[in-house]
């Protein structure tokens, strides 16, 4: 059963502190996107990347935050410098087929708390 | 830029029940149209979709929805709820190719016993 793995599953830190989360797309699949959510806001789209190229990251705070694809299985999202604000649950999705109508297939989010 | 409404934040049923989630989107043509949900801890997992033809659509679960283009809707249902159904569900809608999946701000369901 393939499956979207995401690490850490769970992260404190404190603010300043650089955070690195990490993302593996079900294999074949060659879309990955990342979400953040909140109470406040929801669920929101920050990056997501097709065939490894970035395609949209304008939901992401773009001082802090970046989104990298090293390769076809790993993608990862750092935030340099975290802030307290940035405290979330934060989702992988993978998919293959066009953005917009292809079934995402989300991991079980990292969970992160900024002090 | 197209838009999904879910007007219910909470619902409430009672186990056994029926149950129908409203969804309505905002967009000029035929969207493509899901439903997620999310149990308490977890990512997201697919219900179903609606790409064309049928408007009635069956998914996993025993959940089906309707796609209804006069009221511009896609309401989720069930004819009757399970406790293990507690969950938030979400409605999203994606266009064609080049754009991305837009994610209704979910709706929480609560099962009694």
């Known amino acids: 059963d393939a499956r979207v793995t995401q690490t850490p599953r769970h992260k404190v830190t404190e603010m300043g502190q650089e955070v690195t989360m990490r993302c593996q797309p079900i294999?074949?699949?060659?879309?990955v996107f990342w979400y953040r959510q909140t109470m406040m806001q929801g669920l929101e789209l920050l990056a997501y990347?097709?065939?490894?190229?970035?395609?949209?990251d304008s939901g992401m705070p773009k001082d802090r935050f970046s989104a990298e694809m090293p390769d076809a299985t790993l993608a990862t999202l750092k935030i340099q410098p975290s802030e307290p604000r940035d405290s979330a649950v934060y989702f992988c999705?993978?998919?293959?087929?066009?953005?917009?109508?292809?079934?995402?297939?989300f991991g079980p989010g990292t969970r992160l708390l900024v002090l | 830029a197209q838009s999904v409404t879910q007007p219910d934040i909470h619902i409430t049923v009672s186990e056994g029940a029926s149950l129908e989630l409203r969804c309505n989107y905002s967009?000029?043509?035929?969207?493509?149209l899901f439903w997620y949900v999310q149990s308490p801890g977890q990512g997201l997992q697919l219900l179903l979709k609606?790409?064309?033809?049928?408007?009635l659509v069956q998914g996993i679960k025993g959940f089906e929805a309707e796609f209804k283009r006069s009221q511009s809707s896609f309401n989720l249902r069930k004819p009757s709820v399970h406790w293990s159904d507690a969950a938030e569900y979400f409605c999203?809608?994606?266009?064609?190719?080049?754009?991305?999946?837009?994610f209704g701000a979910g709706t929480i369901l609560r099962v009694k016993s």
């Open positions: 967009y000029g043509a035929t969207p493509y």
């Open positions: 999705a993978s998919g293959k087929g066009l953005v917009g109508q292809e079934t995402q297939y």
């Open positions: 294999l074949g699949h060659n879309t």
């Open positions: 999203a809608v994606g266009l064609e190719y080049g754009n991305k999946l837009v």
């Open positions: 609606y790409f064309s033809g049928d408007t």
């Open positions: 990347f097709r065939n490894r190229a970035p395609l949209d």
